[in-house]
């Protein structure tokens, strides 16, 4: 199964002739890596627009996707807010629309 750099999304693993080797088994590269760690934080506004399928930014979706995959505990917490509040709004609103 192909694994791919959890910055920039390229292939690992794959020989590129004179290009650098994988930094490690989630980055391509050293700069991917600290842009990678560094991004590890997600802000309620980008939370929320995930959780409403609202967030047109496919990078950071996979990267909160990533997350969540890994394990992250305080985002699933997080997101779970968001989530759990979004359908109960589109609950709501469908109730009002049905009367």
Do not use: W
């Not at 985002?75 to 509040?85: A, E, I, Q, Y």
């Not at 979004?86 to 609103?93: I, V, W």
């Amino acid at each position: 199964m192909t694994k791919y750099c959890l910055h920039c999304g390229s292939a690992l693993g794959i020989d590129c002739g004179d290009a650098e080797p994988d930094f490690n088994d989630d980055f391509c590269s050293n700069i991917c890596y600290q842009k990678g760690i560094n991004k590890s934080k997600f802000t309620d506004m980008q939370l929320m627009m995930f959780a409403d399928g609202e967030l047109n930014d496919r990078e950071l979706s996979m990267d909160i996707i990533s997350a969540l995959i890994k394990g992250d505990k305080e985002l699933k917490g997080r997101l779970d807010v968001f989530v759990k509040t979004s359908t109960l709004l589109r609950s709501l609103l469908t109730k009002e629309e049905d009367i």
